[in-house]
């Protein structure tokens, strides 16, 4: 069974449709790469799956379990959705980090909150300990103190991905995380992506770095115009496109690359 399965999503802002029938399925353990101009949907797709926005059509479920029809009025309940977005962490291509907090206390807030307001019986010492376990893991070991201004972007970069993870969320989902990077530190947050798909970490990436989609991604999808054009094997999609489509805009990508 599929871990997250999209059936016929649409959503429209005003009279402008933003995506149309997108359906895609994503296997546990699998890393999808979302490709495409910038306007094509990507990032509303994955502010759909978020539940940052509200698909008009569409079903989206995760493990078996519908989470949202847009025929069901039960599912679209404001109340529920908090506990439907754990389903998804979303590491946003701006690091959007507290600038008040430390990187620890950045990863490990949410935890703590929902531990006192949820009554999870997580512990502080147990929350403070695995977050201080996801940032060594990020190699940020002698940055757990330092506040974000005190990072460079790749190490925020990180910290935020690192609080991604502390929710355990059953699919990671990033939003063209390099994009704010200049080439060094984008090498830096592509090492660690790629660490998470050796450990079949499920997620969902959007991205510009074709090199980067073709070789650590399962699938890819390439998007245009809010509809899903042409999706498949990486290697397949990325270096033999069989749509015109997708052909143009990896010809053009290429030339101003």
């Known amino acids: 069974m599929a871990i997250l399965d999209v059936q016929h999503i649409e959503k429209h802002f005003g009279d402008t449709s933003v995506l149309k029938d997108i359906s895609f399925s994503l296997e546990e353990g699998q890393a999808l790469s979302i490709i495409g101009s910038s306007g094509s949907g990507k990032t509303t797709l994955l502010r759909c799956l ?17 989470l949202f029809d847009a025929a069901d009025p039960d599912t679209r309940r404001e109340a529920d959705i908090r506990k439907k977005r754990l389903h998804f962490g979303l590491v946003f291509q701006s ?34 300990a695995d977050g201080r376990a996801l940032l060594e893991k990020m190699g940020l070991a002698d940055r757990m103190e330092n506040y974000p201004h005190q990072l460079s972007g790749g190490q925020q970069q990180r910290v935020a991905i690192a609080r991604a ?44 770095e074709m090199a ?46």
Not at 51 to 66: C, M, N, Y
């Open 50 to 66: 978020n539940f940052l926005e509200t698909p008009d059509q569409g079903v989206i479920s995760v493990r078996g379990k519908t």
């Open 95 to 128: 690091f959007n980090l507290f600038p008040q907090y430390t990187a620890l206390e950045n990863v490990t807030l949410a935890r703590k909150l929902m531990a006192k307001t949820e009554k999870t019986g997580e512990s502080e010492d147990a929350i403070l």
């Open 165 to 208: 993870l502390a929710m355990k969320p059953d699919i990671l989902c990033f939003d063209e995380p390099t994009s704010a990077l200049d080439p060094e530190l984008t090498g830096e947050v592509l090492k660690v992506i790629r660490g998470l798909a050796e450990q079949k970490t499920t997620m969902i990436i959007v991205t510009h």
């Open 212 to 257: 980067f989609a073709r070789d650590v991604a399962d699938q890819v999808i390439f998007m245009d115009g809010g509809f899903i054009v042409e999706q498949g094997d990486p290697k397949q999609v990325i270096d033999h496109p069989q749509e015109e489509r997708t052909k143009q805009f990896l010809a053009r990508f290429a030339e101003n690359n």
